[in-house]
């Protein structure tokens, strides 16, 4: 059996998707995707896509065809995952958490790590590469501006995160004593957020803690 994952070592949305195979006992290959270069992943889609993750099972490949974000999670489930990622129970905390984590804390997380990020890409073309595409999406200078209010945006994302520390001092995961597919969305974003020593967590923050290394030496039976 052959599984190649498309990624960037930081991507919020690929670092669920990895961890969530080895969680299900697949060691996927992992191929690295420069961020200013999706030559590759365009011609995998016939041009029908350009983000990652991107993932080749046995030479079929699955991508967000339909804008569901959970497309490859879904695939990865219905696989090999017995349902015990989306299980049918969990439906509504499940997908409402990971809609949560996925919108309004990865919208603070990616900005503390992207202030690491950008100025760790050596290559200014490379570099500049990536600054224009936020700046397209967010505003010139707005790496700058990030790096300016980094104080208030990690406040902002503590105090989002403060819910998640509070339900893991009680319990292993979000949602009991087995991860759900949302609890591997938080583990991708806090793994973007710390990527590299590029952030930490608190010392108020010990729960999450314990949770990612609970998380990170999971696997399915
Ligand atoms: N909704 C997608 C989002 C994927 C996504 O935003 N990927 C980012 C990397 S973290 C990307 O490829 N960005 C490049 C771009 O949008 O051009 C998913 O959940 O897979």
């Given at each position: 059996m052959s599984v190649?994952?498309?990624?960037?070592?930081?991507?919020?949305?690929?670092?669920?998707?990895?961890?969530?195979?080895?969680?299900?006992?697949?060691?996927?290959?992992?191929?690295?995707?420069?961020?200013?270069?999706?030559?590759?992943?365009?011609?995998?889609?016939?041009?029908?896509?350009?983000?990652?993750?991107?993932?080749?099972?046995?030479?079929?490949?699955?991508?967000?065809?339909?804008?569901?974000?959970?497309?490859?999670?879904?695939?990865?489930?219905?696989?090999?995952?017995?349902?015990?990622?989306?299980?049918?129970?969990?439906?509504?905390?499940?997908?409402?958490?990971?809609?949560?984590?996925?919108?309004?804390?990865?919208?603070?997380?990616?900005k503390l790590a992207d202030v690491h990020y950008v100025p760790s890409i050596e290559d200014v073309v490379a570099r500049t590469m990536v600054v224009r595409h936020k700046e397209r999406k967010f505003g010139k200078g707005c790496v700058e501006q990030w790096t300016q209010s980094a104080g208030a945006i990690r406040a902002e994302l503590d105090c989002l995160l403060s819910r998640c520390e509070a339900t893991l001092r009680h319990s292993p995961f979000l949602l009991g004593t087995t991860p759900v597919y949302a609890d591997f969305a938080l583990f991708g974003v806090l793994g973007n957020l710390t990527h590299n020593g590029w952030n930490q967590l608190c010392g108020d923050q010990n729960a999450l803690q314990h949770f990612t290394n609970r998380l990170q030496a999971w696997r399915f039976l």
């Open positions: 190649v994952l498309y990624q960037m070592p930081h991507s919020p949305y690929a670092i669920p998707i990895r961890q969530a195979l080895i969680a299900c006992g697949v060691s996927p290959d992992t191929r690295d995707v420069p961020n200013w270069d999706r030559g590759e992943i365009i011609q995998l889609t016939g041009g029908a896509y350009y983000q990652i993750p991107l993932l080749v099972h046995d030479g079929r490949v699955i991508f967000e065809s339909e804008g569901d974000s959970l497309e490859i999670a879904r695939y990865i489930d219905n696989t090999w995952g017995k349902r015990q990622l989306f299980p049918e129970s969990l439906s509504a905390p499940n997908l409402c958490l990971i809609e949560w984590i996925e919108d309004a804390v990865e919208s603070r997380t990616f």
